[in-house]
C-alpha cells in the first residue's frame, strides 16, 4: 500500500480525535498515544483528543496518559478521525464521532480489516502492529524519547516481546531505533508485559488449575465467570496474559480462554503456536484478529461454546494433519 502524507492530511485541521478499539490492549493504547504525541508537537495549534474505553493503568508510563479522554465528548464533528488498530465496528462509543467526522483516516494491520473503513486508509495486515505502521507515518525529524516509548510498547504488545511470528527483520530494525532514545525498556518490559497484581495471579493460578485439555492434547481451555471475578472483586483487566500462558503449555496448538460478559455470553480469546489460523476461526463467529492471536464474542453455554469453537479448529488441523501425511 502507498504511504499516506499523515501531515498533509491533517494540516489544516483544528479539531482531530484519535480513538481505537474498545477493551484497548498495549498496541492499541501505544500507537494512539504515539500518534497524539507526534501530531500535539507538529501541529500545536490543533486541539487533539484521545478518546479510549477504560485503558488499563499499566500504560500510564506514557506521558500524557492521564489526558485520555473516556467520556467521549465532543461539540460538533471533528475536523479529522483517526481510527488505529482497528475498523469502525470496533470503535463502541466512538463510532458516532466516526460516522459525523469531516475526515476519516484508518490506521490498522488486522487482517480482518484489509481494504480499511476511512475515506484515508492506511492498512498493511500482516505488518507486527499498528504502532509499527505509525512509526512509518511520523516525520522522524520530530521524533523523541516520549513517542519513541509509546511506540515501541505498542510494538513489542503485539510481538509477544518479539516472539510472535509477525516480528520481522524490519519490526527489530524499528526497535534497535526507538531504544536510541535512551528509555529504560527492559523497565518497560516488565512494568507493561509481565508485572502482575496479586488478584492476577490468583485468577491466573485458577484459570490454569481448572483448564481442560483436548483433542489429544493440542487444545487447552479455560473459562473465568462472573461469579468467581466477582469474588476476587476483580474486573476483565485482571485476565491479562491468561491465554497466552495456556498457550505455551507443551505439545499445544491452540489455547482458548473466555470470561462470561453477560448472560450467557462470552468474550473468548483464541492463541496458536504453528498452524492453526485463529483469525478465520474468530471471524466465523463475527470476531477477528491476527493469524496467531484472535478474539470474538460468543453466546451459550461453556460447553456449547467450546464445542462451537473447537469445530472450526479441528476442520484446521484435520486438513494440517492430511497435508503432513501427503508430505510424508
Known amino acids: 500500500m502507498i504511504k499516506i502524507d499523515l501531515l498533509e492530511e491533517c494540516m489544516t485541521a483544528e479539531t482531530i480525535v484519535i480513538s481505537g478499539h474498545i477493551r484497548p490492549d498495549g498496541d492499541c493504547i501505544g500507537s494512539c498515544m504515539a500518534m497524539y504525541l507526534y501530531l500535539k508537537k507538529v501541529l500545536p495549534n490543533a486541539d487533539i483528543k484521545v ?53 476519516r483516516i484508518n490506521i490498522d494491520h488486522h487482517v480482518s480489516n484489509e481494504r480499511g473503513c476511512g475515506d484515508v486508509n492506511y492498512v498493511i495486515p500482516g ?33 509477544g516481546i518479539f516472539k510472535y511470528s509477525n516480528t520481522s527483520p524490519k519490526t527489530l530494525m524499528i526497535a534497535a531505533e526507538l531504544i536510541k532514545f535512551g528509555f529504560d525498556f527492559p523497565a518497560l518490559i516488565d512494568q507493561t508485559f509481565y508485572e ?26 479455560s473459562a473465568i465467570d462472573n461469579k468467581t471475578l466477582s469474588f476476587y472483586n ?11 500462558q495456556l498457550r505455551i503449555t507443551k505439545g499445544v496448538e491452540c489455547a482458548i480462554f473466555m470470561y462470561e460478559i453477560g448472560n450467557l ?53 484435520k486438513k494440517h494433519d492430511e497435508e503432513m501425511k501427503e508430505e510424508m
Not at 505488518?127 to 511520523?138: C, H, M, N, R
Not at 525529524?141 to 510481538?159: L, V
Not at 502482575?196 to 481451555?221: H, P, W
Request: contains cysteine.
Open 51 to 103: 478518546c479510549l474505553e477504560e485503558p488499563s493503568e499499566v500504560f500510564a508510563c506514557i506521558k500524557d496518559f492521564e489526558k485520555i479522554d473516556q467520556t467521549y465528548a465532543l461539540e460538533g464533528a471533528a475536523d479529522v478521525f483517526i481510527v488505529l488498530d482497528c475498523e469502525k465496528s470496533r470503535l463502541g462509543k466512538a463510532e458516532e464521532m466516526f460516522a459525523n467526522a469531516k475526515k
Open 127 to 159: 505488518i507486527s502492529s499498528t504502532a509499527e505502521l505509525v512509526y512509518d507515518l511520523i516525520d522522524k525529524e520530530y521524533m523523541d524519547e516520549e513517542i519513541a516509548k509509546a511506540i515501541y510498547i505498542g510494538i513489542i504488545h503485539d510481538t
Open 234 to 244: 476483580a474486573t476483565s483487566a485482571d485476565l491479562e496474559g491468561i491465554v497466552n
Open 265 to 317: 455470553e462470552y468474550k473468548v480469546s483464541l492463541r496458536s503456536n504453528n498452524y492453526v489460523d485463529v483469525s478465520k476461526v474468530a471471524e466465523y463467529f463475527g470476531g477477528g484478529g491476527h493469524v496467531r492471536a484472535a478474539g470474538c464474542s460468543m453466546n451459550g453455554t461453556f460447553y456449547d461454546v467450546v464445542n462451537n469453537i473447537s469445530g472450526q479448529i479441528e476442520l484446521q488441523m
Open 196 to 221: 502482575k497484581t496479586y488478584t492476577q495471579n490468583q485468577l491466573l493460578g485458577r484459570a490454569m488449575l481448572e483448564s481442560i485439555m483436548f483433542m489429544d492434547g493440542r487444545c487447552v481451555v
